[in-house]
């Protein structure tokens, strides 16, 4: 059996306000060109299909263009935590009869089992489990203890209570934080936000150590947790200047009879256009300007110390796709230690209140405020 592994391809997202609807067309024509090519019995896409819980109609019609494109084989899809599972299986039912399995929402109730769909090549069958992205809360009836120890502890409990054949071949799609013990991925800036960084929601992917392979997405940078077999495919797309430096790939695997090791290739993706990240002085870098560049995504630091009068206006002659323009200089490093020694000099409640405001937009209302200066009372921080 051979299969593509491929997730995050946030269809719908913009790059500091630029569409990238063409560069997902240029991914979906390579996507269909290496199908062509390696002919894949499957392709498996772990989730966060769209970039965002309404996806606009470009995305859709993005998803239309992917499936069309791989029309005539078998694509299991699990929704990712940008997803609205709702609308991601719509025709599902439809879509099934055509070959393309799609799962949103994890089995919930008596003896919760991971979703599969099994089928057979000339080495016996080959079983798919499918694990969208789930939040504790879906399973705080059914699985109380679980629910409020966590991820971690629900997705082992499914995996026990899923009649995995240990005889037969099995891969899992999954779509969450994965830890191999205390060693966490690389993170970008494009996923870098409070609701995935450690703590509750890492789950450790030793989990699914009875799987041949685990299909991971929900991490843009491409690499493997723990061993080989347990991988995150990557965006396909370079998603922040953070990413600027990787290289994206499709991730092949081969694996015919059980217990024989399973074969990975990366097949390289080409950008459009890359991200950079310039940085030094003004004209110095208005010098290193090329046609390369010039089409290029671009983040500009700049170390001048004199401000320079409608700087980007100036930039924007040798460069077509500016993403941020920066000023990191002696005046703005001073500003910078000022805002961080006020933070320093600030209360645990104030600290929480600012992060709090920066990151919702709005106060704490009073039973907010209340409440979380219980907490510091009781961790003997108030």
């Known amino acids: 059996m051979r299969f593509f592994h491929i997730s995050d391809l946030h269809f719908g997202k913009l790059l500091y306000g630029y ?3 063409e560069e997902h067309r240029n991914f979906i024509e390579q996507l269909g060109d290496y199908c062509d090519k390696y002919n894949p019995d499957a392709v498996l896409i772990a989730g966060d299909v769209y970039d965002r819980s309404v996806p606009s109609a470009d995305a859709m019609t993005l998803l239309d263009e992917l499936l069309n494109k791989l029309s005539g084989r078998k694509v299991f899809i699990i929704s990712g935590n940008h997803d609205n599972a709702k609308r ?22 008596e003896n919760e089992k991971i979703e599969k769909v099994t089928f057979a090549d000339e080495y016996g069958n080959v079983n798919i489990y499918m694990l969208p992205f789930l939040k504790p809360a879906l399973f705080k009836n059914s699985m109380p203890e679980e629910a409020a120890a966590g991820e971690d502890a629900i997705i082992k409990k499914l995996v026990e209570n899923t009649d995995i054949d240990k005889n037969e071949r099995n891969i899992i799609l999954a779509h969450q934080f994965f ?16 609701a995935i960084v450690g703590g509750l929601d890492a789950v450790d992917v030793s989990a699914f150590d009875d799987f041949e392979y685990a299909a991971l997405g929900h991490i843009h940078g491409g690499q493997f947790v723990g061993c080989e077999k347990n991988r995150y495919s990557g965006t396909p797309i370079k998603f922040s200047v953070s990413e600027r430096n990787h290289n994206k790939n499709i991730v092949m695997v081969d694996m015919e009879e059980k217990n024989k090791e399973i074969e990975i290739t990366k097949l390289p993706l080409t950008q459009i256009r890359d991200v950079k990240k310039l940085t030094g002085y003004f004209d110095d870098i208005i010098a290193s300007a090329d046609e390369e560049l010039k089409n290029d995504y671009v983040s500009i630091t700049l170390r001048d110390e004199e401000i320079i009068p409608d700087v980007k206006e100036k930039l924007g002659a040798y460069f077509d796709y500016i993403l941020e323009v920066v000023v990191d200089n002696s005046e703005t490093r001073k500003i910078m230690l000022e805002d961080v020694g006020e933070l320093k000099e600030m209360s645990p409640y104030d600290a929480f209140d600012t992060f709090f405001e920066q990151l919702t937009d709005r106060k704490m209302n009073d039973a907010e405020s209340e409440l979380f200066r219980e907490i510091l009372s009781e961790v003997g921080e108030e």
Request: aromatic share 8%.
């Open 19 to 21: 569409d990238l609807t």
């Open 88 to 109: 991601l299986s719509f025709g599902k039912d439809f879509l099934k009869k055509h070959d393309i399995y799609i799962s949103t929402v994890p089995q919930t109730g």
């Open 179 to 194: 830890v191999s013990g205390h060693k966490e991925p690389e993170l970008c800036e494009s996923e870098q936000t409070p």
